[in-house]
């Protein structure tokens, strides 16, 4: 193929994906007037072409698949029912994990593919959730902000704008704050906003396992922070651990800390010791990436202050 006639295909697939795009934002128009996609029917989906049915991600290959070199498509729905990870899904956005199923062929692999080009060309899609009634659905316009492919999930906001995408390159010497400019009157429902972002990244820097026993079921991990949220603490990577549920509510508990100095794990005076929180790594030495030391520091400093406050007591 010569220059003109790549010059030719390039301006043509711009102009297709232009048009998907103001296709997929009418669809959205139409959905929402007077909250129509609070309730839609399962049938409405299926007829205006967002979804298909029968799986998790739905992607409209006929319609789609020229505008990917590979043929694969881009995704359109995302079904998420609540039943697994219920915790990360929110209202400004989902952890949406990557198809994991039995189907024949490289089905997986090509749903992935189709939701990353979605990403890649800047193209909205729509995160159906249950309704109120059992034949009713939400639906949620939403744009793929990152994915990380060791953890194999993907960061999906929602909103009626395009969000820009993540920096990759989330390096030790960017600027830190340890603390949030938020109000300290914020409310439960929003400390959850953006619960989903911190969590994805906190898991791309450090990697998907629990930092001291190394489980890596993504079931069970949590981002956990160093600072918390009601101490004001920002929603940096670097104020934030990947910790399993039980060693998370362990931590938060104080029954041990990070020594800023060594990073070496230490327990509670009189309380229960590493055999027994089942911790296996004595240190975060084996980590690549270490939280930020004033975030350490500052976790160690209320940590010796409560030491030394049951001292006295």
Known sequence: MDDASVQYYKRNVNDLIARELRHRLDLWQ???????????????????????GAQGIWVDKKRTGKLTADGVGISVGLLHTGTSYSDDLSEDGVLYHYPSTQRAGERDVAEVNSTKAAGNLGLPLFVITPGPTSGERRVRLAWIEDWDDRARIFLIRFGGHRVNPLLQNLQDDLPFELLSQRSRRTTAT??????????????????????VCGIDLMD???????????????????????????????????LFVVDPETTKIEFKAGGPRGDDLRITRISLAHLSSQPHRKALEWRWAKWTAARGEAAKA
């Open 30 to 52: 139409h959905l929402d007037a007077d909250g129509g996609a609070l309730k839609v029917k399962p049938q409405q989906l299926r007829d205006l072409g967002i979804y298909g």
């Open 220 to 254: 069970v991990l949590d981002a956990a922070h160093l600072c918390p949220k009601e101490e004001n603490g920002s929603d940096d990577p670097r104020n934030g651990l990947v910790l399993c549920a039980l060693h998370h509510r362990a931590f938060d508990a104080k």
């Open 190 to 211: 929003d400390a959850r906003v953006g619960q989903q972002r911190f969590k994805f990244l906190v898991i791309k820097r450090y990697g998907p396992a629990c930092a």
